[in-house]
């Protein structure tokens, strides 16, 4: 008599990958022509700026030399991590524009100028959010 023995199934683990963390200077920006360009309510990828917007939106722009069209990592409408300003501006924003060209390793963050938040904050880490896999889709 021979007895099959059925190996059993053995599914590894996905090692989550890592991905790489920038540290860059926050700075904020407004609406502003003196800050921005002759169209102030228009963002490098067409999208409109509210008049009642806020640091609250979670918008924000990257130096050219962190997007892609300038060889970068990041797209417009990356969600990013970004950790080191503080309890309140933590958090995950969403690239929709770009910074001046004489800016490196720099990211701006949208807010109205009634928040009068700080200008400035050094060693800031930012992180592409990953949008979490689906456990299982129907084939």
């Keep these: 008599m021979v007895t099959l023995i059925a190996p059993s199934l053995i599914v590894p683990r996905r090692v989550p990958r890592r991905l790489p963390v920038y540290t860059v ?16 309510f228009i963002t490098a990828d067409n999208s409109f700026i509210t008049p009642q917007h806020s640091s609250k939106n979670r918008w924000m722009a990257l130096s050219r030399d962190l997007l892609k069209p300038w060889g970068g990592k990041f797209n ?7 950790t ?3 309890k309140k501006l933590d958090g995950t924003y969403i690239i929709h524009d770009t910074m001046n060209r004489r800016h490196r390793h720099c990211m701006d963050i949208l ?5 009068h938040l700080d200008e400035m904050w050094k060693n800031v880490k930012i992180v592409k959010a990953v949008k979490p896999e689906p456990a299982w889709r129907a084939g």
């Design 111 to 115: 807010a109205a100028k009634w928040e």
């Design 84 to 86: 080191g300003i503080s």
């Design 25 to 40: 200077t926050a700075t904020i920006y407004e609406p502003d022509p003196r800050q921005t360009d002759s169209e102030p």
């Design 76 to 82: 417009f409408g990356d969600s990013v991590r970004v």
